[in-house]
């Protein structure tokens, strides 16, 4: 079984740009979450999509944004990149259900964002 | 709210034992463990449910005190490949929009 799959993998940007990163899960997986992670501050939650529906949400600016389509793939969307944006962006698929995250988590091998 | 972990840093010897704590200030439903090696994604340990259950596999297990809202990872007999930083995940409630929140991590270095 494949596991799951970022593109791209190394990205650099300028500030004030935009930046989409795709996500796919493992086959059969419904649920995607997003995580920033930056050092000495782990690994921090974005969203999670759930069925093309967001079922929730981080701490971040709107500047954040996601989506899932109807295969499950997500995107992720930054609008007006500032330098702090700079960091590694993971995603995750697991079979979660309805009930919530009680699911192990697979995680991609993430797109190191880069903010000059 | 972010779980704290702690230490933030450990370092042993192969064969030491270690153990890594997880609290958190609410009450929780599920605490998560991932270990994530240098320059690589996070990889599932374990999941522990509510319920005050100690799971593991290996020589490394886990327990989950939810009167408490803590959890612990034990290591025993450490070996090499134990090296890396683990991370606990806290999930809230049962509810289908709770988020898992992860705690910053401990860094664990296992020398010969």
């Known amino acids: 079984k494949a596991g799951v799959t970022q593109t791209p993998r190394y990205l650099i940007k300028t500030r004030g740009q935009q930046v989409t990163l795709s996500c796919s899960p493992i086959s059969g997986h419904r649920s995607v979450s997003w995580y920033q992670q930056t050092p000495g501050q782990g690994l921090q939650f974005l969203f999670e999509?759930?069925?093309?529906?967001?079922?929730n949400k981080g701490n971040f600016p709107g500047r954040f944004s996601g989506r899932q389509f109807s295969n499950s793939r997500s995107e992720m969307n930054v609008s007006t990149l500032e330098l702090g944006d700079s960091a590694l962006y993971l995603c995750?698929?697991?079979?979660?259900?309805?009930?919530?995250?009680?699911?192990?988590?697979?995680f991609g091998p993430g797109t190191r964002l880069t903010v000059l | 709210q972010q779980p704290v972990q702690s230490p933030q840093a450990v370092i042993l010897r192969e064969g030491e034992d270690a153990v890594i704590n997880c609290s958190s200030s609410k009450a929780l439903y599920s605490v998560h463990w991932y270990r994530q090696k240098h320059g690589e994604a996070p990889v599932f340990l374990m999941i522990l449910l509510k319920g005050g259950e100690q799971k593991g596999h290996d020589k490394i297990s886990a327990s989950f005190n939810e009167k408490k809202q803590q959890s612990s990872l034990y290591l025993t007999a450490s070996q090499l490949s134990y090296s890396g930083t683990y991370f606990c995940g806290t999930v809230r409630s049962n509810f289908g929009n709770e988020k898992l929140t992860f705690g910053t991590g401990t860094r664990l270095t296992i020398i010969p």
């Open positions: 999509y759930f069925s093309e529906t967001q079922r």
């Open positions: 995750a698929s697991s079979l979660a259900l309805a009930g919530g995250l009680h699911n192990e988590q697979f």
